[in-house]
T-cell receptor, first 111, second 118 residues
Framework: SQQGEEDPQALSIQEGENATMNCSYKTSINNLQWYRQNSGRGLVHLILIRSNEREKHSGRLRVTLDTSKKSSSLLITASRAADTASYFC???????????FGEGTQLTVNP | GAVVSQHPSWVICKSGTSVKIECRSLDFQATTMFWYRQFPKQSLMLMATSNEGSKATYEQGVEKDKFLINHASLTLSTLTVTSAHPEDSSFYICSARDYGSGPTDTQYFGPGTRLTVL
């Protein structure tokens, strides 16, 4: 079952603006990961943050994790048209090996 | 990074036929592979977890007799959709964990297979 909820479901911004997507989950996790999916394609791993970490950066990506609120956010700075895609958070539960995906945010960056 | 391939990338079949989808880890050994299904504009739903040399573990609500999974080697897992019907039309994505990469816990995804059942 899907445990993650993401908001917004859809986000449309102009090139150069920042995009923030949020993810909430329900169970205890080992780590939380963010993936990107272009339409009709497979997933690309973006960044992983462990349960004992609060913030992580990778290039134009910044991820935060608040385990007390069971939530995470993904910030994409200085967005580009090529960032247009669906973004999914996924949690690795402490109790098992499965990776459970959130509902996803469809990001559109207008040139 | 590690690569996971799927074959075919798309398939169209008639209702009642069976379709096999292959998933390969190209440059690492995958003890565990995962099969997901994704309907249009929806998230990925885990169907089953496949461990090399043993029976797959299916998620609740997934019919194991309809979705046959075989993980005969450390680099190959197959999903066979038996007696396919139009409601089985979906995007099927496999994934593999590279345990040899240490604590990175990276899970690599294949490019997906678009199944259309007429």
């Amino acid at each position: 079952s899907q445990q993650g909820e993401e908001d917004p479901q859809a986000l449309s911004i102009q090139e150069g603006e920042n995009a923030t997507m949020n993810c909430s989950y329900k169970t205890s996790i080992n780590n939380l990961q963010w993936y990107r999916q272009n339409s009709g394609r497979g997933l690309v791993h973006l960044i992983l943050i462990r349960s004992n970490e609060r913030e992580k950066h990778s290039g134009r990506l910044r991820v935060t994790l608040d385990t007390s609120k069971k939530s995470s956010s993904l910030l994409i700075t200085a967005s580009r048209a090529a960032d247009t895609a669906s973004y999914f958070c996924a949690t690795r539960e402490t109790s098992g090996s499965r990776l459970t995906f959130g509902e996803g945010t469809q990001l559109t960056v207008n040139p | 990074g590690a690569v996971v391939s799927q074959h075919p990338s798309w398939v169209i079949c008639k209702s009642g036929t069976s379709v096999k989808i292959e998933c390969r880890s190209l440059d690492f050994q995958a003890t565990t592979m995962f099969w997901y299904r994704q309907f249009p504009k929806q998230s990925l739903m885990l169907m089953a977890t496949s461990n090399e040399g043993s029976k797959a573990t299916y998620e609740q609500g997934v019919e194991k007799d309809k979705f046959l999974i075989n993980h005969a080697s450390l680099t190959l897992s197959t999903l066979t959709v038996t007696s396919a019907h139009p409601e089985d039309s979906s995007f099927y994505i496999c994934s593999a964990r590279d345990y040899g990469s240490g604590p990175t816990d990276t899970q690599y995804f294949g490019p997906g297979t678009r199944l259309t059942v007429l």
